[in-house]
């Protein structure tokens, strides 16, 4: 059997090739394994260890993964409410801005009467909100807690 043969043989069991009508991504996946198969060839000569050629190619997968890892990218949605910029920074109570339903009197819940653990929560409405933050807030006590506590 000759090596071309023999080569088409080993890769086609494994082969990385995908269903594509571009010549140009055929050919670089063609080329890819044939890299591959030779580096393969290479570390039977080279090596006692004896592994089958899939084994092989796992191994290869998952040293390129561990030495060239991904960088982790945010999933997206919104940001998690205790972020430091809340703590820090200037802050100044403002207006909500009036909605086409509610006019100029547009109210929103409280954040930190609707979520607090330090006292009765209640559903208190407020004009108030900062403005920095995106968050709706009464001007007394609540806008002071949310700001410099960290668990309001």
């Not at 039977?44 to 998952?62: G, I, T």
Request: aromatic fraction near 10%; charged fraction near 30%.
């Amino acid at each position: 059997m000759g090596a071309v043969d023999r080569a088409d043989m080993i890769t086609s069991f494994v082969d990385c090739a995908r269903k594509s009508t571009k010549w140009y991504k055929k050919l670089f996946f063609h080329l890819l394994d044939t890299a591959v198969l030779n580096a393969y060839t290479v570390h039977r000569k080279l090596s006692e260890e004896r592994m089958p050629y899939k084994d092989f190619r796992l191994k290869l997968v998952k040293e390129l993964i561990q030495e060239h890892p991904l960088p982790r990218r945010s999933t997206g949605g919104r940001p998690c409410v205790n972020t430091p910029l809340r703590l820090t920074g200037r802050h100044f109570p403002s207006f909500v801005p009036p909605t086409e339903a509610q006019g100029q009197s547009t109210r929103r819940h409280c954040r930190v009467c609707l979520y607090t653990t330090r006292r009765k929560r209640e559903r208190k409405l407020t004009r108030y909100m900062c403005s920095s933050c995106d968050t709706a807030l009464c001007p007394a006590p609540c806008f002071e807690e949310f700001h410099t506590l960290k668990n309001y």
